[in-house]
């Protein structure tokens, strides 16, 4: 198997073939950042996966040897959605403010299983893909900055040190925004199960 | 909890970030989780939190782009590197 530093090099002399196999170890990751931060606009995911890698193509010239592909190929794809996101919806920076208490919920559902799997029934894979409808409504719900930080973290797995280089941010600021999101969307889930309860018990809501 | 009280509000935030992705030290999560089991209201918003990213992380199951949009990328690709040859 070559080298991830062996096929950059030949991408950089322009080998689209090397490039190709690059594209394939990063494609799966990538288009699933796009679907989740542009969610509700199919089309834009696909131009933002097309887009990421037509860039770091061309590009690549400029990436540092030494530096992470994997993470310059989440910032590229990481500011595509971004600007798509602002140009299309004049989206501001909307801060997300902590609330004076946060312990006034009394309506906490008691904690449960979240999945059953690995082999769930018919009626289980329903549930669970109701469950991911509702995540992914409440995701295009929060405001796109701290809808890139949820989605680096928690959907992507990425570590807090590697979504601030990702996007440019404090570590501060990486959690600060993450906490906020996370907060807003334990609301959104609630809001959203709250008016139409899922069936069955095999899930339990966030 | 008065370690707690003592703390920034940036400070506490991250602690509680480093609570619910598994990241704290051992010392401090002790902490957390001994407050956790004297405080209700405390352990219904870390419970409820945790729920919140268990379901985010079902999120993240396959993710394969169209095989138009992959066909569509390879012809661009091998466009922009025609004119380098």
């Known amino acids: ?206 | 909890m008065k370690e707690l009280e003592k703390l920034s509000c940036r400070r506490r935030v991250a602690l509680l970030c480093d609570y619910l992705d598994g990241e704290l030290p051992a010392a401090s999560r002790r902490l957390v989780a001994a407050h956790r089991r004297s405080c209700l209201p405390c352990a219904q918003v870390l419970a409820s939190l945790e729920r919140t990213v268990r379901a985010l992380k079902g999120l993240r199951g396959d993710a394969k782009p169209p095989a138009a949009s992959r066909r569509t990328l390879k012809t661009a690709l091998a466009r922009a590197a025609r004119p380098r040859r």
């Not at chain 1, 530093?5 to 196999?21: H, M, P, T, V, Y």
């Not at chain 1, 469950?131 to 719900?141: H, I, K, M, Y």
Request: charged share 35%; glycine share 4%.
């Open chain 1, 1 to 206: 198997m070559t080298s991830e530093r062996e096929l950059i090099e030949k991408s950089r002399n322009g080998d689209a073939e090397a490039f190709s196999r690059l594209v394939s170890r990063y494609e799966d990751r990538i288009y699933r950042l796009a679907q989740h931060v542009c969610s509700g606009l199919p089309s834009d995911a696909d131009d933002v996966y097309q887009e990421t890698f037509l860039t770091a193509f061309k590009k690549l010239k400029g990436f540092r040897q030494d530096a992470d592909l994997g993470t310059w190929l989440y910032r590229i794809a990481s500011n595509l959605c971004f600007m798509r996101y602002r140009r299309k919806k004049r989206e501001p920076f909307v801060p997300l403010l902590d609330r004076p208490h946060d312990h006034d919920d009394e309506r906490d559902a008691p904690r449960g299983p979240q999945y059953r799997d690995p082999e769930p029934t018919p009626e289980e894979a329903a549930r669970k893909s109701e469950l991911t409808a509702a995540v992914s409504d409440a995701l295009a719900r929060l405001p796109v900055d701290y809808r890139l930080v949820v989605v680096l973290r928690d959907v992507e797995g990425l570590s807090a040190e590697r979504t601030a280089k990702v996007l440019k941010l404090s570590v501060a600021a990486v959690k600060s925004r993450l906490h906020r999101g996370r907060l807003f969307l334990r609301d959104e889930f609630r809001r959203s199960f709250d008016a139409n309860p899922p069936r069955g018990s095999g899930i339990s809501k966030p």
